[in-house]
């Protein structure tokens, strides 16, 4: 885990791999993380594919401090 505030745009969405990168955490620790709830997803319409809003990324990140 990063040990300052990612940088990202708050209402910005976030794929997979751009949330493992800005937190500094391995993609199974995410998809970890997201199945005991600790942080939520969202879905493209589209593909179905996860995204992650800025403010989420934030807020997961305080709650590990």
């Given at each position: ?7 990202v ?34 879905f ?22």
């Open positions: 885990m990063v040990s300052k505030v990612p940088n745009d708050v209402n910005g969405r976030y794929s997979v791999a751009q949330t493992c990168k800005l937190l500094g955490i391995h993609r199974n620790t995410l998809i970890n993380y997201t199945k005991a709830g600790k942080i939520r997803c969202g493209h319409r589209a593909n179905m594919r996860k995204f992650y809003l800025g403010k989420e990324v934030v807020r997961f990140w305080n709650s590990q401090l």
